[in-house]
Each structure stands twice: as C-alpha cells, then as structure tokens.
C-alpha cells in the first residue's frame, strides 16, 4: 500500500504563489505516474498537472503558464509550484499517483480520477481578491 500526503497549502493573495508538496510513504515499486487534482464543492474534481515515469510534465489550459509540476517518480514525490494565483485556483488540492499508468494515460489532457489508485487527503488553497 501506498500512502500520500499533502503540505503547502494555505491563504493568499491574488497574484501570489504557493508551492505543494506530495511525499509517499509505504511500499513503492514501479515508476510511477504522478499527478495533481483539485476540487471545489459542487463541481467535479479535475487534474491540474501530470508527470510521467519519464519526467514529463503536461498541464490543464488553465494553469499552463503559471504552474509547474516536478518530482521524482522513483521516489514518488512531487511538487506544484502555483504562481500567479487568482481566486479560481481557490479548491482543496490532491496529488495523485498510480504504477500502473501507462505513458499515454499519465498527461493532463487524458487523465482522470479512476485512472489513479493511490490519493492523498488534500490540502486546501485559497486566494482573496
């Protein structure tokens, strides 16, 4: 099993930037896909960034530009650095990581919840106007 947990959230101002952090514990195998969510009650939740066994980061349209995804899957740790933030970043963040992914599957544009068997508890991010 595999256990994942969230750090770095918090309150900020529009314009600022936080940086989350994902750090594993439990047994890990296989390079993983590694990967970002979030969610804001009411809505579905929705994959921020994704990287790949390789290192290769793909981001939803509406935080290209302005969030960066890193980590390294061996250790399945990642980071999303968030700058620029506005207050429809506002959502409790998920990271999100699974062996099984194949190179494909693990990108933004195609990702998805069911996808991904090993989640965190979230971190909450919210920015003031």
């Known amino acids: 099993a595999l256990d994942l947990a969230e750090s770095g959230g918090g309150s900020v101002q529009s314009g600022g930037s936080l940086r989350l952090a994902c750090t594993a514990s439990g047994s890990t195998g296989p390079t993983y896909c590694m990967a970002w969510f979030r969610q804001v009650p009411g809505k579905l939740r929705e994959v921020v960034a994704a990287?790949?066994?390789?290192?290769?980061?793909t981001y939803a349209e509406s935080v290209k530009g302005r969030f960066t995804i890193s980590g390294n899957n061996r250790k399945i740790t990642s980071y999303l650095e968030m700058n620029s933030l506005s207050p429809d970043d506002t959502a409790m963040y998920y990271c999100?990581?699974?062996?099984?992914?194949?190179?494909?599957?693990?990108?933004?544009?195609?990702?998805?919840?069911?996808?991904?068997?090993?989640w965190g508890q979230g971190t909450q991010v919210t920015v003031s106007s």
């Open positions: 990287i790949d066994a390789d290192g290769r980061a």
């Open positions: 999100a990581a699974d062996g099984g992914v194949g190179y494909f599957v693990c990108r933004a544009q195609t990702l998805g919840v069911a996808d991904l068997g090993y």
